[in-house]
């Protein structure tokens, strides 16, 4: 711990200091910073390795590789020092993607404050104003309940919505654009992230409607695929499946479906996988996949389900397809929850937020 040291406090905020630090974090000891060089090999030298994660800090990298050496230079004449250094991610990360119940319950407020704040957006965008005016009344919220921001917040009018990480939210709103709100809040380190899109007329065009048809139905396949013991890439797999339906019967992909998916034509449209882990980090560690084989989804996981077609003005032409039709420019849509992997099933932790059509026009 940094000690106290009034002076340097008045400048850049309190400190918890050594005395305070057993109390307050439930330490067993703890030392000044300072003496963490003649400290930390002490605690090293009995064991058999050293779980550490090498490359984020290449001062400290150098600092524990330099005990390790030290330690070994020793091992000679004491008998024992830690033999290898192995990378401590892989301990941590399995235990981050298993939520236990207090971190559920700072994962549901933090979904409920964000489900609070999309329907606020939903019923204040209107045309004429901007973006930023949106993204501020879904902050402020976020502030007033108590949470902070999970990741920059999107909010993408017209042709916007076809950026993926749109963050400039400086644009007017006009009356046929779709809005794409992607946002999320934080609660104790913990995020939510949530995505919808609706007419901020109040009515979406027949063309917006049937590629936001095509989407919900995308995703409401993608979630019926989530139960424990499910690989990994199913959901995305169904997902994917019912948008390549889709754009087929709108003529907007033409040929064989499997072959379509396995050649990835429909990537131009839909690029993005159907979701990601979700906790500490918005996008949050744990891997997917081992080798060929996938990670099977376990109670206690926490994942986003969200499927998009994006069909900007700038598509480039896809080998044996046809052009698109200037009609379907400019329309982005993308729907998202959080999901809680169960023992019977799953929980949609952000299901306060309405999707259907009806609930997207006013």
């Not at 009995?46 to 090498?54: K, M, N, S, T, W």
């Not at 941590?92 to 409920?112: G, V, Y």
């Not at 896809?318 to 420019?329: A, L, N």
């Amino acid at each position: 711990m940094e000690p106290k040291d009034i002076k340097t406090e008045i400048w850049t905020g309190y400190r918890t200091g050594v005395e305070a630090a057993q109390e307050k974090y439930g330490a067993d000891i703890a030392y000044p910073i300072a003496e963490l060089a003649e400290q930390l090999p002490q605690y090293l030298k009995y064991a058999d390795r050293i779980l550490y994660r090498l490359g984020h800090d290449d001062a400290f990298n150098a600092q524990v590789i330099g005990f390790w050496q030290q330690l070994l230079r020793r091992r000679g004449r004491d008998g024992y020092a830690p033999t290898a250094i192995e990378d401590l991610s892989d301990y941590l990360h399995a235990m981050r993607l298993i939520k236990d119940p207090s971190e559920l319950q700072q994962m549901r407020r933090a979904a409920a404050i964000a489900a609070e704040a999309h329907n606020l957006a939903r019923t204040i965008a209107q045309p004429g104003m901007y973006e930023y005016e949106v993204q501020a009344a879904i902050e402020h919220l976020f502030a007033k309940q108590g949470g902070g921001v999970a990741y920059p917040s999107i909010v993408a009018s017209g042709g916007n919505s076809c950026i993926l990480h749109y963050v400039e939210n400086n644009q007017k709103m006009g009356e046929t654009d779709l809005l794409l709100i992607d946002a999320g809040c934080s609660v104790g380190y913990y995020n939510s992230d949530i995505t919808r899109t609706f007419p901020v007329g109040g009515t979406f065009t027949p063309e917006q409607k049937a590629i936001y048809e095509i989407v919900l139905e995308a995703q409401l396949a993608a979630i019926d695929c989530i139960a424990p013991g499910i690989p990994y890439n199913e959901h995305h797999d169904a997902a994917v499946r019912v948008i390549v339906e889709g754009l087929l019967d709108l003529g907007l992909l033409v040929g064989d479906i499997d072959e379509i998916i396995s050649e990835e034509k429909y990537k131009p449209f839909y690029m993005h996988k159907t979701g990601h882990w979700l906790g500490l980090d918005v996008h949050d560690v744990g891997a997917y996949k081992y080798g060929e084989d996938w990670q099977e989804l376990a109670v206690g996981n926490v994942l986003t389900v969200e499927p998009g077609i994006y069909i900007s003005p700038y598509i480039e032409p896809i080998e044996g397809q046809p052009e698109v039709d200037p009609q379907w420019h400019g329309i982005g849509v993308r729907i998202e929850d959080d999901v809680l992997v169960t023992e019977t099933g799953l929980e949609i932790l952000t299901e306060a937020v309405p999707k259907s059509v009806a609930a997207m026009e006013r």
